[in-house]
């Protein structure tokens, strides 16, 4: 970590990022402009594009509700799923199902939400882009040990307890009870597996799912809601000749972390599926749609874009991102999207002709990864009851005039401890940074390659790239932002109301999973 680093310093730091990242992969191209990663093919046969109907995650109903809190009960179990036609797919699911089941709370209603493990494995739940206490945010050293007599052998395997930093909460047998509070604003959230070291196998496998927050604010814009309001999971996937998830482990048997050393710069796949569906269809009607985009990839990064544009462009109209309303809503003819990113988009089908096919392209991609779903609108026109305000939300810009400390934190790759921050793999219980709640702090994150970095507790406020202004995604509260190869982003933080442990990390699951975290601790 650094103080007070000038721009100039701030460039030369970047450059220095590359040049270290360079060492480890003489002769890869680490640097390609679109995608991180390597394409693992699929053994099995796969479907046509637009064959299958899109599905909506179930809405998950409290199993009790007191003046102040609902309560969830969630069973983490093994499930044999439909995904491609004609073949089954042995998933780990959050009650079955792949996404899991969408949570729904109400800002300022507590939710807790206990989590029951039937798998084979110790799972850790991270409510991403929640505003939590560390004791529920998910430390990766938190498990949750298979319920029953695997409890017991797992505890074993897991090493014990890790030296935590302050705040964590510990390994816990069969159940834990995660305590959201909810105070926070309307926002798409996500919950999925975050436990050291085989989180990406986990969430490839389908642990993952939305945490939906609403309030009255957003409630009184009249944006679209009910089946026009659809959360959009995007996850690559690459599948077995049996049908089972194809994921490239070092070791099957989970005894040791890590994929094999051709994919540790992302595992990306060649299905493309959206709420667990490939490449789906839905039929629209000739209204105003929300469409909660999450990229629920592993290292795929997206540039989402209709085909055909609607006469005038600007058909994907932005009114939210990862931490809830935009000030005002911004037109975009395509959004880049990077792992953990969300973009909260409003689309008029009544801009398309009827019976018009509009399908979701993605240009990053290659082969059949070009494509995500399609929209088949209808040939009437429906009652339209939605808008789009010119003003949203009213978003306090943190004043940088006021920041007591700013921070560096360099993601790059290592020739002796692979991927890192700071030149340090990851390690338990080593904070990176203490800073105070309550204040703001500037923190610089400096890449090698691309990795979209995720910050834990609160969001931030995007407000430079490369000594420039922020990018066009930049708008609004953020906790995941994808900083680009030899790039460098800055952002005003400032942590509140829960001291604590939290975490810093690359989402690229790969990345992640091989060390590129680092904790921090509120005080």
């Not at 780990?92 to 798998?119: C, D, K, M, Q």
């Not at 959360?231 to 989970?254: E, K, N, T």
């Not at 994150?445 to 995604?473: A, E, K, M, S």
Request: net charge negative.
């Amino acid at each position: 970590m650094t103080r007070g680093v000038s721009r100039r310093g701030f460039l030369g730091l970047t450059g220095a990022a590359v040049a270290l990242g360079a060492v480890g992969f003489a002769g890869r191209d680490l640097l390609r402009p679109g995608q991180p990663g390597l394409v693992l093919q699929s053994q099995a046969a796969l479907p046509g594009r637009f064959e299958v109907p899109l599905p909506v995650p179930p809405v998950l109903r409290p199993t009790r509700s007191t003046g102040t809190t609902d309560y969830f009960d969630v069973v983490q179990q093994v499930a044999d799923l439909e995904i491609l036609p004609g073949l089954r797919t042995e998933a780990w699911t959050y009650g079955g199902s792949f996404p899991g089941p969408t949570i729904v709370s109400r800002s300022g209603r507590r939710a807790v939400v206990r989590h029951r493990n039937e798998l084979p494995q110790p799972t850790v739940v991270h409510l991403h882009g929640g505003h939590t206490p560390a004791e529920s945010d998910g430390y990766p050293m938190d498990l949750i040990l298979p319920a029953g007599p695997a409890g017991s052998a797992a505890e074993g395997s897991a090493g014990g307890h890790a030296e935590h930093a302050d705040g964590a909460a510990g390994s816990a047998v069969g159940r834990r009870d995660y305590t959201y509070p909810m105070e926070q604003r309307a926002a798409t959230l996500w919950y999925h597996d975050h436990r050291h070291g085989f989180t990406g196998p986990a969430v490839w496998r389908g642990l993952a799912g939305f945490h939906l927050v609403h309030d009255d604010a957003e409630d009184d814009l009249h944006l679209p809601v009910g089946d026009r309001d659809i959360p959009l999971m995007i996850a690559d996937r690459s599948f077995a000749a049996d049908g089972g998830f194809h994921y490239p482990l070092v070791d099957p048997s989970m005894a040791e972390h890590g994929v094999e050393d051709r994919y540790m710069d992302g595992v990306l796949g060649d299905v493309v599926l959206v709420n667990g569906a490939p490449w789906p269809a839905l039929d629209v009607d000739r209204v105003r749609y929300r469409l909660r985009f999450l990229n629920g990839s592993n290292a795929r990064r997206y540039r989402l874009e209709l085909d055909p544009q609607p006469s005038g462009g600007g058909a994907l109209v932005q009114v939210g991102g990862d931490g809830g309303l935009l000030a005002r809503p911004i037109a975009h003819d395509a959004i880049d999207i990077a792992p953990g990113e969300r973009f909260d988009v409003v689309v008029d089908f009544a801009r398309f002709a009827p019976g018009t096919r509009v399908r979701l392209l993605n240009r990053l991609g290659e082969g059949r990864t070009t494509e995500v779903m399609c929209f088949d609108v209808s040939s009437g026109r429906s009652e339209e009851d939605a808008q789009v305000p010119e003003r949203l939300s009213s978003i306090e810009r943190l004043d940088l005039s006021r920041a007591t400390t700013t921070r560096t934190f360099q993601f790059q790759l290592s020739a002796h401890h692979g991927w890192t921050i700071n030149g340090e793999p990851y390690r338990p219980g080593r904070p990176l940074a203490r800073p105070r709640l309550g204040d703001i702090e500037v923190w610089r994150f400096i890449t090698d390659v691309h990795h979209p970095v995720h910050v834990h507790l609160d969001p931030f406020q995007v407000v430079g790239r490369n000594n420039r202004g922020p990018g066009p995604y930049d708008a609004g509260w953020k906790d995941t932002v994808d900083v680009r190869p030899a790039g460098g982003v800055e952002v005003a933080v400032r942590f509140t109301d829960y001291a604590g442990a939290f975490m810093l990390h690359c989402h690229n699951l790969e990345h992640e999973d091989m060390a590129m975290m680092a904790d921090f601790v509120t005080e």
